[in-house]
């Protein structure tokens, strides 16, 4: 049975930002392990991150704005 997903993406920190990727997480993971080469909402190709810091990186704002138009969400007050 494949785990619950509520959005076709997932975020990672990637490249010094919080990036989302619709990319599939391999078998058994929940988050992309470290090093894994993902393609980004935002089209760029980056390598994933671990650790408790990278997750507190700044949003990636175009990704943000992808994510928000697939979960059906409004764009942020004054954002993109």
């Known amino acids: 049975m494949p785990g619950y997903s509520p959005h076709p993406f997932h975020w990672s920190p990637a490249g010094g930002q919080r990036h989302a990727s619709a990319d599939a997480h391999p078998p058994g993971a929940l988050v992309y392990p470290d090093g894994t080469e993902l393609t980004t909402l935002c089209d760029q ?36």
Do not use: I, S
């Open 45 to 80: 190709v980056v390598k994933a991150e671990t650790g408790d810091m990278a997750w507190l990186w700044p949003t990636c704002p175009d990704c943000d704005a992808a994510a928000r138009v697939l979960a059906g969400l409004p764009p942020l007050a004054g954002g993109r």
